[in-house]
């Protein structure tokens, strides 16, 4: 059974009444914060129906995977009803271990409840025999990635739970801030709470209040560059600059978008539908309407312009002659998000 993390709440609340707690349940996705509080709750309820002993396996590199059937037999020998944990950092578990899981959740008692977390798969580790035994024995619970433009309403609703809110702008200036770092946000929104009391926060307050604690993607450039995000496209170019981000694995990310714009504009112009084109070129569906944005922004001569920069700001980084280029190739490359992002604002 898969369920997405909102719904667990209701799920746990609901199957805690009844007794009848699911006897796997597997937590998978990449935002520690949400992961942890989805693990959270899930033994709380167990709690409250009676699992009382808790143990927890750290399913590593190194780890014996023989182990688990022991743990198991051990944890049944007991009256108690207990929580087995097994943590699989890695989300790939190794022949033997798909072995072990695959037995574990076939055959483990009512008296234990088992909690698997891992990272997010991808859709051909999902189709792997040991996740749909995972699925099949119990709860999938897919933990969102939460991206940047849901960040005011998540923080929003986190102040909701502490008899708080505040302005859009304020909304806007903790998201900016606290980008890409879930835990960090819960510390600074928990903050909030412990200097200010309930009601209406002011943008000021905020101000004062939250530090920058933002973790910058470097797949959040091209994001921000096609959804026309100038503000965003200099915030993050600065904060990976500062995060001592490779600039070489930047350019990829933001030339390999630049082709496939200038494929997709080439395609339209030739009179291929934007649905037929965007299949032949392999858009992401999560990167359609900010594609078909940036298409509306520049033109083929552009793009092709700007890819011919890349190359510049390639041979720049490699101590390379390049009279056009900006001699920072940081500099440079931003300028070229840039002309995409919001074309006058680019410096050529």
């Known amino acids: 059974m898969q369920l997405k993390a909102e719904a667990l709440a209701g799920h746990l609340a609901s199957r805690a009444k009844s007794g009848a707690l699911a006897r796997v349940y597997t937590v998978a996705g990449d935002?520690?914060?949400?992961?942890?509080?989805?693990?959270?709750?899930?033994?709380?309820?167990?709690?409250?129906?009676?699992?009382?002993?808790?143990?927890?396996?750290?399913?590593?590199?190194?780890?014996?995977?023989s182990q688990l059937a022991g743990h198991a037999r051990g944890l049944s020998l007991f009256a108690e009803r207990r929580i087995?944990?097994?943590?699989?950092?890695?989300?790939?578990?190794?022949?033997?271990?798909?072995?072990?899981?695959?037995?574990h959740v076939e055959s483990a008692s009512d008296d234990t409840l088992t909690i698997v977390a891992l990272p997010r798969l991808d859709r051909k580790q999902r189709q792997a025999d040991w996740a749909a035994a995972l699925?099949?024995?119990?709860?999938?619970?897919?933990?969102?990635?939460?991206?940047?433009?849901?960040l005011p309403a998540w923080i929003a609703a986190r102040l909701a739970r502490q008899q708080q809110k505040a302005p859009r702008e304020a909304l806007e200036f903790i998201a900016?801030?606290?980008?890409?770092?879930?835990?960090?946000?819960?510390?600074?929104?928990?903050?909030?709470?412990?200097?200010?009391?309930?009601?209406?926060?002011?943008?000021?307050?905020?101000?004062?209040s939250v530090l920058n604690v933002a973790r910058y993607d470097v797949f959040a450039l091209p994001i921000a560059m096609l959804e026309g995000d100038?503000?965003?496209?200099?915030?993050?170019?600065?904060?990976?600059?500062?995060?001592?981000?490779?600039?070489?694995?930047?350019l990829w990310a933001v030339t390999e978008d630049l082709r496939t714009l200038l494929r997709l504009r080439a395609?339209?112009?030739?009179?291929?539908?934007?649905?037929?084109?965007?299949?032949?070129?392999?858009?992401?569906?999560?990167?359609?309407?900010?594609?078909?944005?940036?298409?509306?922004?520049?033109?083929a001569a552009t793009l092709a312009r700007l890819?011919?920069?890349?190359?510049?700001?390639?041979?720049a980084f490699k101590g390379l002659r390049t009279p056009k280029a900006d001699g920072d190739a940081w500099l440079e490359l931003t300028d070229i998000a840039l002309a995409v992002a919001a074309p006058r604002a680019s410096t050529r």
């Open 84 to 103: 087995l944990e097994i943590r699989l950092p890695s989300g790939k578990p190794g022949k033997s271990g798909a072995e072990a899981l695959r037995a």
């Open 31 to 65: 935002e520690p914060l949400l992961a942890i509080e989805a693990q959270d709750a899930i033994r709380a309820a167990a709690r409250a129906s009676g699992y009382t002993e808790r143990e927890v396996l750290h399913a590593d590199a190194r780890f014996d995977w």
């Open 176 to 208: 900016d801030r606290v980008e890409g770092n879930l835990l960090a946000a819960h510390q600074e929104i928990s903050k909030l709470a412990l200097l200010y009391p309930a009601g209406e926060l002011t943008l000021e307050q905020v101000e004062a």
């Open 267 to 299: 395609a339209l112009d030739r009179g291929v539908p934007y649905a037929q084109a965007a299949r032949e070129v392999w858009v992401r569906r999560e990167k359609e309407g900010a594609t078909q944005a940036a298409l509306r922004r520049v033109d």
């Open 135 to 150: 699925d099949a024995a119990g709860v999938w619970v897919d933990v969102p990635t939460l991206e940047r433009d849901a």
């Open 307 to 315: 890819l011919a920069r890349c190359a510049d700001v390639d041979r």
């Open 230 to 250: 100038a503000k965003r496209v200099v915030r993050i170019m600065d904060g990976l600059r500062a995060e001592g981000e490779p600039l070489p694995l930047l």
